[in-house]
């Protein structure tokens, strides 16, 4: 699972830039439809962001008092969406302002006080968290920039965050003193990924595909720079192997959710980077952990 506080601080960091984003909002645009594919306006996003903090914080408060049930039927996705833009409807800006820094405080608190990560507690936090705000991000900015957003981005974010917590699950799971018939440890793993995750967001960052010139090392064989990446790996720790998994995860997210109208090279390279990369590195991660049959 990640660190307690690693998690806490991306939540924090992703709310200080959606909010940043927010604070440009010119007052004469707070009621302004066609935010999203759905024509929300910004005092909608936001009371839709301040009620998915809510429904995170009543599902970790009852992990934390033992009454959660994973298999109770949830109320469908696009009900809750639609309950909230209802309910958003009566309110001002000052007030849709207000309910997420009350909503934070309390997700924040049930995170905290959970006695236990369990994968389950660490999705709900993230994707309720730091994966949404950074959809509102591109959401709004793309609206402010004059263009429509992309219903691509927010998908592409909500897969990534699920691929990563499969995939922390097993990088979990390892013993780091373990290694692959090829030699692999879960070290060599994490830093594999994260440099891949860097050398893409150096093309996310310039709205460019593979390739020189953003692309480091583009006139290398993969074979090679792998190689390369191998040698810097096998001199790391794995907690200096896991930060750079983290920090290099960030700033590809970031990168992406602040793509006003991203474009198709620029979706592959972060489909590639993420859940193509995830799912290409499950199968050793199996054998790191002995668990060649399952993902669990």
Avoid at 91 to 104: D, G, H, V
Avoid at 158 to 176: C, Y
Avoid at 190 to 196: D, E, K, N, S, T
Wanted: with cysteine.
């Amino acid at each position: 699972m990640p660190d307690r506080q690693r998690l806490l601080d991306d939540e924090a960091a992703g709310a200080a830039v959606f909010g940043a984003v927010v604070a440009t909002i010119p007052d004469s645009r707070w009621n302004e439809p066609t935010v999203t594919p759905a024509g929300w306006t910004p005092v909608v996003v936001l009371a839709h962001v301040a009620g998915w903090l809510d429904e995170c914080s009543e599902v970790l408060e009852a992990m934390r008092a033992g009454i959660w049930d994973p298999d109770t039927r949830e109320e469908p996705v696009e009900a809750i969406n639609a309950r909230q833009a209802s309910q958003a409807a009566a309110l001002t800006p000052s007030e849709a302002q207000a309910s997420i820094a009350a909503a934070r405080v309390r997700a924040r608190a049930a995170w905290s006080g959970l006695p236990e990560l369990t994968p389950a507690a660490w999705s709900w936090f993230e994707e309720s968290g730091p994966n949404h705000y950074a959809k509102h991000v591109h959401d709004l900015s793309a609206w402010l920039a004059g263009a429509a957003s992309d219903p691509d981005v927010g998908a592409m974010l909500q897969a990534d965050a699920e691929g990563w917590v499969s995939f922390g699950e097993l990088i979990e799971a390892a013993d780091p003193s373990a290694r692959d018939a090829e030699g692999w440890s879960i070290t060599d793993v994490c830093f594999h990924v994260a440099a891949w995750f860097g050398k893409g967001a150096d093309c996310v960052e310039h709205d460019a595909g593979w390739g020189p010139p953003w692309e480091s090392d583009a006139d290398r064989p993969t074979e090679e720079v792998n190689a390369a990446i191998l040698a810097r790996s096998r001199q790391m720790t794995l907690t200096e192997a896991r930060a750079a998994l983290n920090d290099a995860r960030d700033r590809l997210r970031a990168a992406f959710s602040a793509q006003t109208h991203p474009s198709a090279d620029v979706k592959d390279v972060f489909k590639e980077c993420t859940v193509d990369h995830y799912a290409e590195h499950v199968p050793m991660l199996r054998r790191l952990t002995g668990s060649e049959g399952s993902v669990a």
